[in-house]
């Protein structure tokens, strides 16, 4: 999962939520409207006292992004089994693009190939391509990491083409 400690602690430390002293990962998810909200991906495997905070943005078109703070003490032995799991929950109800992001942006869809790009996105999964994680920084910057990503959002553009004139309509671009 981690070559070293230092991409570790790293990665802790872009997770962490500010001075409460514990991990913030965030996991989003877009459904269409017509769609029921998402249950939470399971808890189970996470430390204890690990909480999720579900929330929803309406954005104006025809998907919602919803979105689940995840708060925990700290992170679970198995990471990388559990964030594919939870990639794969919102998948398998419906979700075209799970994805966890470092940054919470507004607007999560219309930012899709511009702002956070692939140096915050640290796992995605559509519906068309298993989980796939970039835990470390070194991950993150290769530009199999990017081409990927980028793979996903196309197929994700080409089933809502409204994301798409969104982002250049407000002057977002690809990476």
Not at 11 to 25: C, H, K, M, T
Not at 126 to 145: D, F, G, M, V, Y
Not at 147 to 170: S, W
């Amino acid at each position: 999962m981690f070559k070293n400690e230092l991409d570790r602690e790293t990665f802790i430390r872009n997770v962490a939520s500010g001075s409460y002293g514990r991990i913030e990962l965030l996991l989003h998810a877009i459904r269409d409207k017509s769609c029921s909200p998402f249950q939470a991906p399971s808890l189970m495997k996470w430390p204890s006292g690990t909480v999720v905070s579900p929330q929803m943005l309406d954005e104006g078109n025809p998907i919602y992004t919803e979105f689940f703070s995840i708060y925990a003490p700290a992170l679970p032995d198995d990471l990388g089994e559990v964030l594919s799991e939870s990639l794969s929950c919102l998948i398998n109800q419906g979700s075209p693009l799970a994805w966890f992001v470092f940054e919470f942006i507004f607007d999560e869809s219309k930012a899709l190939g511009g702002l956070w790009g692939p140096s915050s996105v640290y796992g995605f999964a559509t519906s068309s391509l298993q989980p796939k994680l970039a835990l470390s920084e070194s991950e993150r910057e290769q530009s199999t990491w990017s081409k990927t990503l980028q793979l996903a959002l196309e197929d994700i553009y080409l089933q809502y083409p409204q994301l798409k004139k969104l982002e250049t309509a407000t002057g977002f671009v690809n990476f």
